[in-house]
Structure formats: structure tokens, C-alpha cells
């Protein structure tokens, strides 16, 4: 093989070794927006966190709204309980021992069943309501109380409430 032959393979291959750098590094770029988008979840419309609110904050928000007020919010928080029939609903943790019952804009979507204790974000309408004894025993039948514990509801109850419109689940 000639001298001009080898210095021709030699570049081939110097420019093969680039493309292959390349494609490795361009597959590796792809792998870790996988990697990215399954480190969380979307349920119902997808929204960019614009003003995280912090528990402390929400909960001080809930206490001042007058019942059938709402605050449009994003907030943080720990998933407490979900709907065992079709996870049509959550209860997630406030401070204080509080809780907020959310539901989803228009039952559009549903949570899974298996994302007890895990962080969420939620983005939505805060609201405070009075439910009634009929749909506080209607969710506590959806939540597998007892019948027992659901004998027990006899008064209205003034609940923090959110209406979700989207939720991310850390993973």
C-alpha cells in the first residue's frame, strides 16, 4: 500500500471515529430526556411550575378564603389517600394535620391508586366549600371506610378543596 493510500485511510477513518463520537453522544442526549421525563408524570393538561407555593403558604391562603372563593395555585405536597374505586379523587397533607380533597377538572382525568405518599404538584383552583353529609359519606364510601365510620357523618363540613387541572407525580 502506497503512502497516499494509508494517509487516505487515515482520514476515513479519523472522520469515522468523529461520527461515531458524535452519534454516541447524540444517543446519550436522547436517553437522558427519557430519563428526565420519566423522573415525573403528567395526569390532566401539562403546565410549566411558574410560582410554587409551599404548604405553609397554601394552608394560610385556605384559612382567609370564604367559603365558594377560589385562588388559582400551584403547590407541592404529599398524596394522603386516593379513590380506590377509579382514583376520580386524592386528599393530599396541609400543615397543621389539614388536609384538601381534590378533584379533577371536569373528571377529565384519574390518578392511580399506587401513588400513596408520594410528592405531586398540583395546578388548579383552591377553594374552601361546606360539604354535605351525603357526599362526605359518598367519598368515604369510594375511600373503603367502614360502615361504622361512615354512620358517624351526621354535619355539613367546611373542607379545604382543589380543583385540579393538572397534576405531576415525581417518580
Not at 403558604?57 to 365558594?68: I, R, T
Not at 385562588?71 to 379523587?89: A, D, H
Not at 379533577?104 to 405531586?120: H, Q, R, T, W
Not at 353529609?133 to 363540613?157: F, R
Request: glycine share 8%; hydrophobic share 45%.
Amino acid at each position: 500500500m502506497s503512502f497516499a493510500g494509508i494517509s487516505t485511510f487515515l482520514g476515513f477513518m479519523k472522520g469515522f471515529n468523529i461520527l461515531l463520537v458524535f452519534l454516541f453522544g447524540f444517543f446519550t442526549c436522547l436517553a437522558q430526556q427519557d430519563a428526565e421525563k420519566n423522573a415525573s408524570e403528567f395526569y390532566g393538561e401539562e403546565f410549566k411550575i411558574t410560582s410554587l407555593s409551599d404548604k405553609n403558604e397554601v394552608m394560610a391562603q385556605f384559612a382567609s378564603l370564604p367559603v365558594s372563593d377560589s385562588l388559582n395555585i400551584q403547590f407541592k405536597t404529599k398524596v394522603k389517600e386516593v379513590c380506590k374505586v377509579k382514583g376520580c379523587w386524592m386528599i393530599v397533607e396541609l400543615p397543621e394535620g389539614e388536609q384538601a380533597m381534590v378533584r379533577f377538572k371536569d373528571y377529565s382525568f384519574f390518578m392511580p391508586a399506587d401513588i400513596l405518599g408520594k410528592e405531586v404538584v398540583l395546578n388548579g383552583l383552591a377553594f374552601v366549600e361546606e360539604m354535605s353529609v351525603d357526599d362526605q359519606k359518598h367519598y368515604a364510601k369510594d375511600g373503603g371506610k367502614t360502615s361504622e365510620e361512615i354512620a358517624k357523618i351526621t354535619a355539613p363540613k367546611r373542607t379545604y378543596s382543589f380543583e385540579a387541572t393538572g397534576v405531576i407525580v415525581s417518580n
